[in-house]
């Protein structure tokens, strides 16, 4: 029809937008996108794994200065 069209590609997303006046009237845009992009990466860290492991933590460091406060109370005569 004349008109260039202009590409990009980031991220593996193809992104492509023809002419002004080549988008055809059943088409909500002028640009499409080609691509399976099903939402943010994930960029974050395990968190349910690192609580279980702090919260393991914290419960056998009570249960060590409780044993040690038993036994110098218990000892001391």
């Known amino acids: 029809s004349g ?3 202009c590409g990009a590609t980031v991220l593996g997303e193809s992104f492509t937008r023809g002419a ?3 988008a055809s009237a059943g088409s909500a845009s002028a640009g499409s996108v080609s691509g399976s992009a099903t939402g943010l990466p994930f960029t974050g860290a395990e968190i349910d794994l690192m609580t279980a492991a702090g919260l393991t933590l914290l419960g056998g460091g009570t249960t060590i200065a409780v044993a040690a ?7 001391v005569s």
Do not use: D, E, K
């Open 20 to 22: 002004a006046g080549s």
């Open 3 to 5: 008109g260039t069209s």
């Open 69 to 75: 406060r038993r036994r110098r109370a218990g000892g």
